[in-house]
């Protein structure tokens, strides 16, 4: 069988595939540029041709730059600590101990819970008046007065990052225990024999295992991070003083509530924009750390 | 073929044949509601049940969103051609009117309507002197009293004054009966903004002069310092700032509050024993005033139903919105929302058991001022709330944060 | 197996107790809620465990009585259903064969690549066209416009997942049996498919819940019972006017039993498909 013929074959089995995403992603997405230079409204008028002005109103304006940085907060912390706390649950479940087996299956449970029904759980829990967790530290006495979670600026982004990751660090730490298993009895042995410490032990025998599927795990979640949406839909819808506000949530705002498709598209794209930027980076450490460790 | 196939699955899987469409159904139109505030969900249903006996040829599938959905739903809808009825906010049909969301229905009101209706309840559905629907809730926010607390206190008659209500709170804060006595629903949202709407009116504020923003001082100044002063002194629950109508209706009905500003509907349900532990305790009287500028204040929180232009069936929608609006219909279901007819208000019919709401609506309902009619509204109330929060948190000065508001409205 | 000390073994223990805590309280807490009676959830001090346990709410929210907050329910809960199923369904037939082609032809593989790549597109960059372009099909409010855009989040992944299964299956076999005549159809039919089914079984699993979850699309794009989903409907009920944090409670437990399910049952294959695709990079 030639070659060009093999080629033939697989782009035409590639087709059906390649035609759905060209239409439901690939057109919208040339059309959401075209808008972009335009003052289109979301209903009633085409609108004309605008040249870069929507971009350089989003960039100059002041949401904008605030949104930037809340999402970014949002975006780091959640994940730093997704990583910290699912290696070490995976580190822990790669212990031998009674019950480890139903501890292990449990850690699917957050995870498969759908993102709305986390979020509206964390929501009930955080209620300032009723909510569980301020009967539970005052019933502790670590706390002497219920306190409105969402509705201080300096804790409403704390306590969705911490339902944020309370959904995710499982993923984490069940993708690094898998790896963690994939390490060989034989070598740790040998490193103890070696006296090397618990630190030196996981700093130069364990880790290399589980960079590169970490790394994986960590690009993924920033892209989700940064692109969140959803849980603060949910729980804040921005607020309190709009210091939750993420990108997404400054976009839906613009082209869906204002009805200013034209620069809301703009927005959309400056935000995809800072993905791709993310994601490139990200791929070269990636593709780095896989040559280092090959 | 492939939908009755469907339709036969599906009630195989769920049991009952509840799917199965009316034997009569012609016609069916789609209507949106909110479910929030003002008429219950149960009581929309029990309407519209009403409706369709009457009407065996229309068959009204209904749809109940948040208030916070209502106007991004209705708007995305159009696109789809989804709903034929839709429940509108006071300060939308600048903006519907504008993009050609909603008929203009002036041709269908009849003179009787005319006559009937409360001439104040026809602003809610007027743009530029056109109708674009039937006035259906006609709402305010009222001061709600527990009067078992005021008792406690040793306090006789509630506040005619905003200077009043914060001097009667301090005295229940002092006498230790409730830490915080004030509860408002300052969110994020325009629940926000009718609370503030309200004081602006006691203070004889202005929201727009010539189109311009004009909150920035004056009454609307006045207006937001008092909501800074209430927050910060520890009159008002603090958790206000992340309330919406539903969690003040909560902390009064737990008797939690001493005092709160609410629609309509929280008399009867904070007197229903089976929801409220404050059952007859519930004292109501319209907002206050100030000395020397109003007696009391009032926002003006009334919704309409209109057609969209979407609607492939606007006779039948007609129709739905007649009987909804009906004076029959919202007598019979007073309880929740008053109606907007003029009579009702004398019917002992509407006012038995509720004598003390309709008093404080009588007077209420006089004073309403509306939130700023512009096709811009939604920005002007996003960039409002902002400022409301980032007073009330301390983040800015009230008037650093009205003068960045008035430079967000777009306006 | 070395040995470890009694302190080490302690704080394991001590550990995994804290584990456990972590993440089933939360869980534990949403299920409490939607068999409590409205007056222990609003009580102070709050009340942990019901007085009276009241399962009133699931009947409620199950019932099919025409035009009731049950049947909006049922309602939505047959929508997601319906458009998650197809979706799925959808994403499996476009991924099996391209992710052959691509396992076989690495010549093709770069364009496999733009197509995950678009998984970086936030869904807020294509929602206005995909809103005007549904708009203009008369497709919104459908639960097969729905599926439709649904099947660009799931196809990437599940092309993704099919290709890592294919590569793991020697073309030995296959070539053998083109040899022994089989045409390139019966091959893959015979052969390989039944080889890779566990690979299916798997990327179908992780396609149904990712559509099980989606929101904002939904959010956007459905206004009413035709084509409502389970998220939005929740959304709506919390935001809404139910004081009854347990109605909230019991809608979310419901959503979440069929993929809480499906993960406790099906974990060994989801944790193996999570890991092939992260280890292979």
Redesign the interface.
């Known amino acids: 069988m030639s070659?060009s013929w093999?080629?033939t074959?697989?782009?035409l089995?590639?087709l059906?595939?390649?035609a759905?995403?060209i239409s439901?992603?690939g057109?919208?997405?040339v059309?959401?540029v075209r808008?972009s230079f335009t003052d289109a409204r979301?209903v009633g008028t085409e609108g004309s041709f605008v040249g870069l002005d929507n971009y350089a109103r989003m960039l100059s304006g002041a949401n904008f730059q605030r949104t930037l940085v809340t999402t970014t907060w949002f975006a780091v912390i959640s994940v730093a600590a997704e990583m910290v706390l699912g290696v070490l649950?995976a580190l822990?479940l790669n212990?031998?101990?009674y019950?480890?087996t139903v501890?292990?299956?449990?850690?699917?449970?957050?995870?498969?819970?759908?993102?709305?029904?986390n979020a509206?759980?964390?929501?009930?829990?955080y209620?300032p008046?009723?909510g569980?967790l301020n009967?539970?530290l005052?019933?502790i006495g670590l706390l002497d007065a219920y306190r409105s979670w969402l509705g201080e600026p300096n804790t409403a982004l704390a306590a969705l990052i911490v339902a944020d990751c309370?959904k995710n660090f499982?993923?984490v730490a069940?993708?690094a225990l898998?790896?963690l298993q994939?390490v060989p009895r034989d070598i740790t042995?040998a490193s103890?024999v070696d006296g090397a410490g618990p630190i030196a032990r996981f700093r130069f025998v364990i880790l290399p295992y589980l960079v590169?599927?970490l790394l994986?795990?960590l690009v993924l979640r920033t892209?989700e991070a940064?692109?969140v949406?959803?849980i603060i839909?949910?729980m804040t819808r921005g607020g309190p003083a709009n210091s939750t506000r993420t990108?997404?949530i400054l976009?839906?705002q613009e082209?869906?509530s204002f009805q200013r498709?034209g620069s809301?598209?703009s927005l959309?794209?400056i935000?995809?924009l800072l993905?791709?930027v993310l994601?490139v980076a990200y791929a070269a450490l990636?593709r780095k750390a896989?040559g280092s460790n090959a | 073929m492939l939908k009755s196939i469907n339709r036969t699955l599906?009630g195989a899987?769920?049991?009952?044949g509840?799917?199965m469409p009316h034997a009569f159904a012609e016609t069916a139109i789609?209507a949106?509601f909110?479910?929030?505030?003002a008429y219950?969900?149960a009581d929309v249903?029990a309407m519209?049940?009403a409706f369709s006996k009457a009407n065996p040829d229309i068959k009204v599938?209904?749809?109940?969103?948040?208030?916070?959905?209502l106007h991004d739903?209705t708007v995305?809808?159009q696109?789809?051609g989804?709903?034929d009825v839709v429940l509108f906010d006071v300060i939308w049909p600048a903006e519907y009117a504008s993009n050609n969301v909603l008929v203009d229905v002036s041709s269908r009101i009849t003179d009787d309507m005319k006559k009937g209706v409360l001439p104040g309840a026809w602003t809610t559905v007027a743009y530029d002197g056109k109708s674009y629907g039937m006035p259906w809730i006609l709402d305010t926010k009222y001061l709600f009293y527990n009067k078992e607390i005021l008792e406690k206190a040793g306090i006789k008659s509630p506040p005619k004054t905003w200077d009043e209500l914060a001097e009667q709170a301090k005295i229940i804060k002092d006498k230790g009966i409730l830490a915080t006595p004030i509860s408002w629903s300052w969110s994020q949202a325009e629940a926000a903004i009718c609370d503030y709407t309200t004081l602006v009116s006691a203070y004889g504020g202005e929201f727009l002069k010539d189109g311009k923003p004009a909150f920035q001082s004056g009454g609307g100044l006045d207006a937001l310092n008092y909501m800074v002063t209430s927050y910060s002194s520890g009159l008002t629950n603090p958790n206000s700032k992340e309330f919406l109508e539903?969690d003040v209706?909560?902390v009064f009905q737990?008797g939690e509050a001493a005092f709160a500003l609410n629609w309509t509907y929280m008399y009867n349900m904070a007197n229903d024993p089976k929801?409220s532990k404050v059952a007859g305790k519930v004292g109501v009287v319209p907002a206050p005033g100030v000395a020397g500028k109003s007696e009391v204040s009032a926002v003006n929180g009334s919704m309409g139903l209109g057609i969209t232009t979407a609607s492939k069936h606007p006779e039948e929608a007609w129709k739905f919105i007649t009987f909804m609006t009906s004076q029959e219909t919202q007598n019979q279901y007073a309880k929740l929302s008053l109606p907007i007819w003029a009579s009702s208000y004398d019917d002992p019919a509407v006012t038995k058991g509720q004598e003390e709401l309709i008093a404080a609506a009588k007077l209420g309902l006089a004073a309403m001022y509306p939130r700023p009619t512009t096709p811009k509204y939604q920005e002007l109330s996003t960039a409002l709330q902002q400022a409301i929060q980032e007073a009330l948190l301390g983040q800015a000065k009230p008037e650093d944060a009205l003068k960045g508001a008035a430079e967000n409205s777009g306006l | 197996?070395?040995r470890k000390s009694l302190p080490f073994?302690i704080f394991?223990?001590a550990?995994?107790l804290l584990?456990?805590v972590?993440?089933?309280a939360?869980?534990l807490?949403?299920f409490v809620?939607s068999i409590s009676p409205?007056a222990d959830?609003?009580a102070?001090?709050?009340r942990w465990w019901p007085q009276q346990v009241d399962f009133s709410r699931y009947a409620l929210l199950l019932s099919?009585?025409?035009?009731?907050?049950g049947?909006?329910f049922?309602?939505s809960l047959?929508n997601s259903l319906r458009i998650a199923g197809m979706a799925t369904i959808a994403a499996i037939?476009?991924?099996i064969?391209?992710g052959?082609?691509?396992s076989?032809?690495p010549?093709?593989g770069w364009?496999?690549s733009v197509?995950i790549?678009?998984?970086?597109?936030?869904?807020?960059?294509?929602?206005?066209?995909?809103?005007?372009?549904?708009?203009y099909f008369?497709m919104?409010?459908?639960i097969f416009g729905l599926a439709?855009?649904y099947?660009?989040i799931l196809?990437?992944f599940t092309?993704w997942l099919m290709k890592s299964g294919f590569d793991a299956i020697p073309r030995e076999i296959e070539a053998a049996a083109m040899i022994d005549g089989a045409s390139?159809f019966q091959t893959l039919r015979i052969i390989t498919l039944p080889l890779a089914a566990p690979v299916v079984a798997t990327s179908a699993l992780f396609a149904l819940?990712l559509a099980?979850?989606e929101?904002?699309y939904a959010?956007?794009?459905t206004?009413?019972?035709r084509a409502?989903t389970?998220?939005v409907a929740?959304?709506?009920l919390?935001?809404?006017?139910?004081?009854d944090?347990g109605l909230?409670?019991t809608a979310?437990v419901l959503?979440?039993l069929p993929?809480?399910l499906?993960?406790?049952v099906m974990?060994r294959a989801?944790?193996?498909g999570?890991?092939s695709?992260?280890?292979k990079?």
């Open positions: 070659g093999m080629t074959r697989a782009w089995l590639m059906p595939l390649l759905v995403m439901v992603i057109w919208p997405l059309d959401t808008l979301l649950a822990l212990q031998q101990f019950g480890r501890l292990r299956a449990l850690m699917i449970l957050p995870w498969a819970l759908p993102t709305v029904v509206t759980l964390w929501r009930l829990i209620n008046e009723y569980a009967a539970a005052t019933q309370w499982p993923l069940l993708i898998a790896a994939a042995s103890m590169g599927p994986v795990a892209i940064f692109k949406f959803d839909w949910v990108l997404s976009v839906y082209a869906f498709a809301g598209a959309a794209l935000v995809t993905v791709t994601a990636v896989a | 599906l899987a769920f049991v009952s509840a799917f789609n949106l909110m479910a929030q505030a219950s969900e249903r519209t049940e599938n209904l749809e109940f969103v948040p208030y916070e959905g739903k995305l809808a696109g789809s989804g709903y539903e209706r909560k737990n929801d | 197996m070395e073994t394991i223990y550990s995994a584990l456990a972590v993440i089933l939360p869980v807490w949403l809620m409205a959830l609003s102070k001090p709050l099919t009585v025409e035009n009731s907050a049947a909006a049922v309602a047959w037939a476009l991924a064969p391209a052959w082609a691509v076989r032809t010549a093709v364009s496999l197509v790549a678009t998984y970086m597109l936030p869904p807020v960059a294509l929602a206005v066209p995909l809103y005007m372009g549904l708009a008369g919104l409010n459908n439709l855009v099947l660009t196809a990437p092309t390139l819940l099980w979850d929101f904002f959010l956007l794009f206004s009413d019972l409502k389970l998220t929740i959304a709506d919390a935001g809404g006017r139910v004081s944090y909230i409670a979310g959503a979440a993929p809480v499906i993960g406790l974990q989801l944790i193996s999570l890991t695709g992260g280890v990079g």
